[in-house]
């Protein structure tokens, strides 16, 4: 759990407060999972891809900043000023969160 998220590695799928699921594509969803199991962590553009390509062989550079601009539309209130997917320059990107876990 983060925030109001859910996230169920079983059934690979988001699910928000009241339960219902976020439509994420297997892209996103595996970025957002590589993130979660990495919280308040810097992973670089690297980690990112490699944690990709694992399923997709069509991944580049900039399929990372599409995937994370997309994730961040999803699941942050003010995907302007991200609460969980932050920016670390020069660096990667770092997941926020207190692990909420039952």
Same mark, same amino acid.
Request: glycine share 4%; proline share 4%; net charge neutral.
């Given at each position: 759990?983060?925030?109001?998220? &859910? =996230?169920?590695? &079983?059934?690979? &799928? =988001? *699910?928000?407060?009241? +339960?219902?699921?976020?439509? =994420?594509?297997?892209?996103?969803?595996?970025?957002?999972? /590589?993130?979660?199991?990495? /919280?308040?962590?810097?992973? &670089?553009?690297?980690?990112?891809?490699?944690?990709? *390509?694992?399923?997709?062989?069509?991944?580049?550079? *900039?399929?990372?900043?599409?995937? #994370? =601009?997309?994730?961040?539309? +999803? #699941?942050?209130?003010?995907?302007?000023?991200?609460?969980?997917?932050?920016?670390?320059?020069?660096?990667?990107?770092?997941?926020?969160?207190?692990?909420?876990?039952?």
């Amino acid at each position: 759990r983060f925030g109001d998220w &859910t =996230l169920d590695f &079983t059934d690979r &799928t =988001l *699910r928000d407060q009241r +339960k219902q699921p976020c439509a =994420l594509t297997p892209s996103e969803y595996t970025l957002l999972e /590589a993130f979660y199991r990495n /919280a308040n962590r810097v992973l &670089t553009r690297d980690q990112l891809l490699e944690n990709l *390509r694992g399923e997709h062989s069509d991944v580049f550079d *900039r399929t990372i900043d599409v995937l #994370i =601009l997309r994730l961040r539309r +999803k #699941i942050e209130r003010n995907p302007c000023h991200p609460e969980f997917i932050r920016t670390e320059r020069g660096i990667g990107y770092l997941f926020c969160v207190q692990d909420e876990r039952d």
